[in-house]
């Protein structure tokens, strides 16, 4: 039986449900050799889930049952995320910023309270450990949108696994990857 390593993308899933405790979902998909990612650029999303009920919920005074929410507490920021191996990480970024159309999306996120990052995960780790460099997107204009090192995530292989089995050749095949 052969053996693969994660993807970049599966790595950046596990990551953000088991590390970092969000809910989280593949933003791309695959048709035949081509992929494609949401807004052009982003392949994992996520929040963190809110758990609590808002502070003031409102019943109409006609019909005590039906609720209604006046006011939203906090929005949930999503995290949006194009994820890559880290000698690839530059790139994305600069494709992001170079694009008239990617860079407009990035500042829309990022102008209605959400993150919009590229991790780039690092390979040749000792004992197979994984790492990954984050670095955010600001900016309070599009034209002035500027990359933010966040530094090294270092993660423990309990989180997103090491290896993935296949059972034979084809598409498809690797197990953990759902």
């Known amino acids: 039986m052969a053996v693969r390593k994660l993807t970049p993308e599966t790595k950046t899933l596990r990551y953000m449900i088991n590390g970092m405790g969000m809910v989280a979902g593949r933003a791309s998909t695959r048709i035949g050799k081509r992929s494609f990612d949401l807004f052009g650029f982003v392949d994992v999303l996520g929040f963190k889930p809110r758990m609590a009920w808002p502070s003031s919920p409102t019943f109409l005074p006609d019909d005590p049952g039906k609720l209604i929410v006046v006011e939203n507490d906090t929005a949930t920021p999503l995290l949006f ?38 991790w780039g ?14 670095f955010e997107l600001r900016g309070a204009t599009p034209a002035g949108l500027v990359w933010h090192d966040k530094g090294v995530t270092e993660v423990e292989h309990e989180i997103i696994g090491e290896l993935v089995a296949v059972a034979g050749p084809g598409p498809g095949r690797l197990t953990g990857q759902h």
């Open 81 to 118: 995320v194009q994820c890559t191996s880290s000698s690839n990480q530059a790139a994305r970024k600069k494709k992001i910023l170079d694009s008239p159309t990617l860079r407009a999306r990035a500042w829309a996120l990022i102008n209605s309270g959400h993150r919009v990052e590229v």
């Open 121 to 134: 995960w690092i390979s040749g780790r000792h004992a197979g450990a994984q790492a990954f460099r984050r």
